[in-house]
């Protein structure tokens, strides 16, 4: 599994961008997928999962203001909404593809990542 994510930039606090990250491969055997940030010096923390039936979870310090979405006819292409900016949003963002086959372990798949940077 491949994943390719983009949409990230530089935005004032309040603004709003829209990440978006798309598999490739395997992607039959995808089950959930997500958001993940991380700043530097500090661990990679959950922003939002979404489930193949699109079950989601946020992180508390993003809820009511992230929606995270999955489309497109085999949806493995997963989004990110964020609105009302702050700058302590700021930082690279990772999508994930959890890979699921019969009578395996599942495996983490990350994209690249993508900075998002709020300023004040």
């Known amino acids: 599994v491949q994943l390719q994510a983009c949409g990230g930039g530089l935005v004032q606090a309040g603004g709003s961008l829209r990440l978006s990250c798309a598999a490739s491969g395997s992607i039959f055997s995808i089950n959930d997928m997500g958001w993940y940030r991380q700043d530097p010096g500090k661990e990679r923390e959950l922003v939002a999962t979404?489930?193949?039936?699109?079950?989601?979870?946020y992180a508390d310090s993003v809820k009511g203001r992230f929606t995270i979405s999955r489309h497109n006819a085999e949806n493995t292409t997963v989004y990110l909404q964020m609105n009302s900016l702050k700058p302590e949003d700021t930082a690279k963002y990772y999508c994930?593809?959890?890979?699921?086959?019969?009578?395996?372990?599942?495996?983490?798949?990350w994209g690249k990542g993508t900075q998002v940077t709020v300023s004040s």
């Open positions: 979404i489930t193949s039936d699109g079950t989601t979870d």
């Open positions: 994930s593809a959890e890979e699921l086959l019969v009578g395996a372990t599942p495996t983490i798949y």
